[in-house]
């Protein structure tokens, strides 16, 4: 059974592949969701199918309801895409001790307070998942030195530790799922999009707190 195969026999028997479909690349998704079977049908935990999950799979999947997959996300409302040339999108942490709820109007205070115009990201995410607007997408943002023009900046509240200073990957699953999720719509919005980055790759500073490159999100394009 190829990878292919697999995935749409996962599928079939109502274990859902969202991010990435049946796209014949064995990645994480597909075995979070092979596992999820294999635990499911009460078989064997494995890295890899074997042989009685082929089979099992390979048998005509039962009427069930499907798996849940995970907390959905609830995109916003988005405006109609500006005009304003959009090639790539530059993600952030707000720098805030991990668990800590930080709103879009502290991080436009703490912004307005440098002397800007506004909150210098256009997309927050917050502890839940929720996705708010920041400054307008017309609008350029103030994120990083030197590639603000032609960039879209996003941001997820969290990134240190509880020391409040110690660079962490603290995204909550509802966050990283937010965030995915969000990138994805922006570049569908805007298909000049041609890269997703961190802060990190354009300075010495850690944010946002882990390489988007090896993450998922810079699997998106
Ligand atoms: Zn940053």
Sequence with gaps: MDTTALQRALIAHGHPLP??????????????????????????????????????????????????TGPAVKLPAFPKPTTRRIEEIIVHCTATPEGRPVSVNT???????????????????????????????????????????????????????????????????????ALLELCRALIQRYPAIRKVTGHNQYSSKACPSFDVRKDDLGRLI
Excluded: C, M
């Design 107 to 177: 991080i436009r205070g703490w912004h307005i307070g440098q002397g800007w115009r506004d909150i210098g990201y256009h997309w927050v995410v917050l502890l839940d998942g929720t996705i708010a607007p920041g400054r307008p997408e017309s609008q350029v943002g103030s994120h990083v030195a030197g590639h603000n023009s032609g960039t879209l900046g996003v941001v997820y509240v969290g990134g240190v530790g509880a020391d409040g200073k110690t660079p962490k990957d603290t995204r909550t699953p509802a966050q990283k799922t």
């Design 19 to 68: 991010r990435f479909g049946a796209d014949g690349h064995f990645g994480g998704e597909t075995r979070t969701a092979l596992q999820a079977f294999q635990l499911r049908t009460g078989l064997r935990v494995t890295e890899r199918p074997d042989a009685a999950t082929i089979a099992a799979l390979q048998a005509v999947p039962a009427k069930r309801p499907p798996a849940p």
